[in-house]
């Protein structure tokens, strides 16, 4: 139940289309939901994120999609450019817990120039 | 200096060896975290410090052990390790009150390779 099942492992996307990646979870308690990008020899920087009373929220060409009752969200990063690729990692944290985030496994998007 | 510093970047020890690894945020945040980062596998949650007192210890083995002085500096003590213990060791820092939530901020890793 503590588990963020993220999808596709990897991604390969042409220059200026759409990229996808979702999560799902399990425990409703979860009430915030970031997604970081990590690029090679760096630590996650936080990307984007959304609390559950929003069923979407964006900021530039990010834009996280949620889906409450699914127990889903997903990241679309619209007109995707070479310099977005890196992986990107879902995370899901319950305030009401012990400062504790649960990370998806990641997803390694490249975008083809 | 902004963030959060981890060093050294790079780390190669035998298993006999007595290494320390050293986080600095310089963020005034409250909470400080280790993670552990393999390859394919989510981000592993080692520890958790809250104003200096630790919070959560996810059953880590006691050849890892954390040092908090300070709400600023976080420490990793390492000691007789095994191979599978080469991983990028990440730490992160967070402002957190009861009900709020805060993201974390991550420093950029320390890779150990355990030879």
């Known amino acids: 139940q503590q588990q963020v099942k993220q999808s596709p492992q990897s991604l390969i996307v042409q220059k200026g289309g759409i990229s996808i990646i979702n999560c799902a979870y399990e425990?409703?308690?979860?009430?915030?939901f970031p997604w970081y990008q990590q690029f090679p020899g760096k630590g996650p920087a936080l990307l984007i994120a959304?609390?559950?009373?929003?069923s979407e929220k964006k900021e530039g060409r990010f834009t996280i999609s949620f889906n409450k009752s699914a127990k889903q969200f997903s990241l679309h990063i619209m007109d995707s450019q070479p310099g977005d690729s890196a992986t990107y990692f879902c995370?899901?944290?319950?305030?009401?817990?012990?400062?504790?985030?649960?990370f998806g496994t990641g997803t390694r998007l490249k975008v083809l120039a | 200096e902004t963030g959060v510093t981890q060093t050294p970047r790079h780390l190669v020890m035998g298993m006999t060896n007595k290494k320390s690894l050293k986080c600095e945020q310089h963020?005034?945040?409250?909470?400080m975290y280790w993670y552990k980062q393999s390859a394919k596998k989510p981000l592993e949650l080692m520890f958790v410090?809250?104003?200096?007192?630790?919070?959560e210890n996810n059953s880590v083995p006691s050849r890892f052990s954390p040092e908090c002085p300070n709400s600023s500096h976080l420490f990793l003590h390492l000691h007789t390790l095994q191979p599978e213990d080469s991983a990028l060791y990440l730490c992160?820092?967070?402002?957190?009150?009861?009900?709020?939530?805060?993201?974390?901020?991550f420093g950029n890793g320390t890779r150990l390779t355990v030879t």
């Open positions: 425990n409703t308690a979860f009430d915030y």
């Open positions: 992160a820092s967070s402002q957190d009150s009861p009900g709020s939530g805060s993201p974390l901020h």
């Open positions: 963020l005034g945040h409250n909470a």
């Open positions: 995370a899901a944290r319950s305030s009401s817990g012990t400062y504790k985030y649960i």
């Open positions: 959304i609390r559950p009373d929003v």
């Open positions: 410090y809250n104003f200096k007192e630790q919070t």
